[in-house]
């Protein structure tokens, strides 16, 4: 799968999602990248961890999610 692909299925932006590759902040970004090859330029994701992120078996956002309980709690 294309970086543009990816972009497309995640409603993202080519150039955003790159940038978000870039500089991984999160959990997904970070596991995504660990998955990339390229193929002469061109940056692709194995279609196997782009399902497994949108399953749920690769962590999405899950720092922000339990930061934002935590602090609802309180």
């Excluded at 970086?3 to 870039?22: D, F, H, V």
């Excluded at 061109?42 to 992120?53: G, I, Q, S, Y």
Aim: glycine share 6%.
């Amino acid at each position: 799968m294309t970086l543009e692909q990816l972009a497309a299925t995640l409603s993202r932006k080519p150039e955003g999602l790159r940038m978000a590759l870039l500089k991984p902040k999160e959990e997904w970004a970070r596991e995504l990248n660990t998955r990339k090859v390229y193929i002469g330029r061109r940056m692709c994701f194995p279609t196997e961890a782009v399902a497994a992120l949108l399953d749920g078996a690769a962590p999405i956002n899950q720092g922000q999610c339990d930061e934002a309980n935590r602090n609802s709690g309180q």
